[in-house]
């Protein structure tokens, strides 16, 4: 806020709370379809997981490296 100001900082808040429930919609139409297909949405579910633990720290390089990671486990 110091270097943008108060303005420029609530602007940015306001972005990512909206992107925040965009995914929350998104990750609710996936948990949907997993109920009625059966078949689990991996990297939806590993993004939802992350992005609680992510949102505080607003850091989207750890979420998407972390992700990565996961997957090369399989």
Known sequence: MKRHGVRAFYEMTARYVDDLLGNTRRWAEAWTAETRTGV?????????DLASEEAPMHCDICKKTITALLYLED
């Open 40 to 48: 689990i949405d991996r990297l939806t579910t590993a993004e939802c």
